[in-house]
């Protein structure tokens, strides 16, 4: 492999791992915030639903951004508003301002979810012109970050060290990782089609939406984002409330979870060489059902906290694996904005609107629609084969 090749995979697994450690550093600490707000769970689904606004702004937007301005300016873009949102979140917490809270996390969003659809295109570019396979390496960096973002998260817990100085250590941190990573992307443009650029942006996307395979993978990817998302928004609130396990605990849970997402990233590139990318798919949303089910129903905290694993493993081949299935064909780039776009709408809007089910009926019981959702993508995994041997079937 040349030296350009190894440089551009390594910047793009740097600079996916940036958001997950971004990400994780706070949401490991959503207890903490809850507490320092005095918010209930109703309250705090409103707060996270600020992640949420501001994730679904970048995420609509994204694509057509990207089509105009290029995959650069609009990741550089995306990495000042993540940024401006650290700080911005750890003043409203210093100060105990839920509107403030509310505001760091919509610029945090919003700065996610242009990144996070920029590099998705860049990988599925990468895939396209390399003939390699990284997109399930890809996304386990960002798995990878949140793992180390949750670890940093838990020692700061066990240390009682405060949010707002938490946060503050996570921004000065962030941005000296994005300065170095930045200087070394060697830049590349997404593989174009034919007619690509003569077409209208909407135009493009309304004749992608025409196909019947897309949109199933659009459900695919609904299901299995919606199981990792309220993973990550709500499992250290889950064992607290639902499983009666410490704050502290409920923390190394929520790490739990992501080591399981991050191993099944790293080992899916081998898997899927060896198993295929249906069976992988289907052996992915099953390890997932079975998660969600223990966590639900088991009435043994200790199963329920192992039954974790089962749900990141799960959870981790979904999203890649489908953005892989999307990326073939004509006019890749666009049809991987529509699956992601997709995917990071359940991802991020799904999980909050969990909260409202929680206050009711309680956490556990919240899980229940993201347990059938799952059931459904492994229906519809068969979706995820190869286009060519799609169109010979």
Known sequence: MSVSLLRQKAALYGLMFLPGFSWASWVTRTPAMRDTLHASTELMGLILFGFSCGSLFGVLSAGKVTHRFGIRTVMAAGF??????????AAGLALQSTALAFLGLAL???????????????????????????????????????????????????????????????????VLMALM?????????????????????????????RDRRLL??????LAMALAEGSANDWIPLLMIDGHNFGAAAGTLIYVGFTAGMTAGRFLGGFLVALFGRVWMLRASAASAAIGLALVIFSSQAWLAAAAVLFWGMGASLGFPLTISAAGEGKNSAVRVTIAATLGYIAFLVGPPALGFIGEHAGLRM?????????????CCSTSARDEQQTQNA
């Open 80 to 89: 000042i508003l993540l940024l401006m949102g650290l700080p911005v979140l």
């Open 108 to 174: 945090f969003g919003a700065g996610t979810g242009w990144i996070d659809i920029s590099i998705n295109i860049e990988g599925a570019a990468f895939e396209q012109s390399s003939g390699q396979t990284i997109m399930t390496t890809l996304h386990g960096f960002f798995s990878f970050g949140t793992l180390c973002g949750a670890l940093l998260g838990m020692a700061m817990t066990a240390l009682n060290i405060s949010t707002a100085l938490h946060f503050s250590l996570v921004f000065v941190v962030a």
């Open 181 to 209: 990573m930045w200087r070394q992307f060697p830049w590349s443009q997404p593989v174009e089609d034919e007619h690509a650029e003569q077409e209208n942006y909407l135009t493009q996307v309304k004749a992608q939406l």
């Open 216 to 221: 199933l993978l659009g459900v695919v990817i």
């Open 366 to 378: 919240a899980m229940l629609p993201v347990l059938i959702m799952v059931i459904l993508a492994l």
